[in-house]
Nanobody, 119 residues
Framework: QVQLVESGGGLVQTGGSLRLSCAAS????????MGWHRQAPGKQRELVAT???????IYVDSVKGRFTISRDNAKNTVYLQMNSLKPEDTAVYYC?????????????WGQGTQVTVSS
């Protein structure tokens, strides 16, 4: 079994920073892409950022220049450094990853962590 566990969410004021972590555990042979999504109340889940196994990152326009995604392959962990936070960043943040326990990759999701930015 593979699990993704997020941590690092919380309440922060506008302009503040948070760092989210997501650690994969279980029987892991290889991890391909990893990413962060978010879902605000009443809205659809949206992609925030992704990072390839080689470290190439893609961001949604609304977070470019403020958020940084990174990964530690030795720790099977992906991070999301969030700076200059705005109230519109308030959402539940989910990590996901393409993980192979043997030779087939499956997409896994974490349980989500709440990020609240107060104005």
């Amino acid at each position: 079994q593979v699990q993704l566990v997020e941590s690092g969410g919380g309440l922060v004021q506008t302009g503040g920073s948070l760092r989210l972590s997501c650690a994969a555990s279980g029987t892991i042979f290889s991890i391909d892409g990893m990413g962060w999504h978010r879902q605000a109340p009443g809205k659809q889940r949206e992609l925030v950022a992704t990072i390839s196994s080689g470290g190439s990152a893609i961001y949604v326009d609304s977070v470019k220049g403020r958020f940084t995604i990174s990964r530690d392959n030795a720790k099977n962990t992906v991070y999301l450094q969030m700076n200059s936070l705005k109230p519109e960043d308030t959402a539940v943040y989910y990590c996901n990853a393409d993980i192979a326990s043997r030779r087939i990759y499956y997409n896994y999701w974490g349980q989500g962590t709440q990020v609240t930015v107060s104005s």
